[in-house]
């Protein structure tokens, strides 16, 4: 189960962080944030393999960063400057030893 937080409604520039707390196996998963905004497919934001090398979408490099605690189980996405064009539902991702999961979506919006 991965359970999230965070998200809700920032203006344009400004700042806000996701939260995803998970109840599996922790530190030899990959794991990922997602989006999909309105009558868009579901995009990859960010994610860490397990070794912890980083990747970002074109979008959004610069700008947000994906961070982990292997103690308290938690993948983090710190979004910063914040742009109109992010608003969209985000998701966390997990994969571990083939199993997927996701968490249930956080609406963030964008908007002045």
């Known amino acids: 189960q991965l359970v999230q937080s965070g998200g809700g409604l920032a203006q344009p520039g400004g700042s806000l962080t996701l939260s995803c707390l998970s109840s599996?196996?922790?530190?030899?998963?990959?794991k990922a944030w997602y989006r999909q905004a309105p009558g868009r497919q579901r995009e990859l934001v960010a994610d860490?393999?397990?070794?912890?090398?980083?990747t970002y979408a074109d979008s959004v490099k610069g700008r947000f960063a994906i961070s982990i605690d292997n103690a308290k189980k938690s993948v983090y996405l710190q979004m910063n400057n914040l742009k109109r064009e992010d608003t969209a539902v985000y998701y966390c991702?997990?994969?571990?030893?083939?199993?997927?999961?996701w968490g249930q979506g956080t609406q963030v919006t964008v908007s002045s």
């Open positions: 991702f997990l994969r571990i030893s083939g199993a997927e999961y």
């Open positions: 860490m393999a397990t070794y912890g090398y980083t």
């Open positions: 599996h196996d922790f530190p030899s998963a990959y």
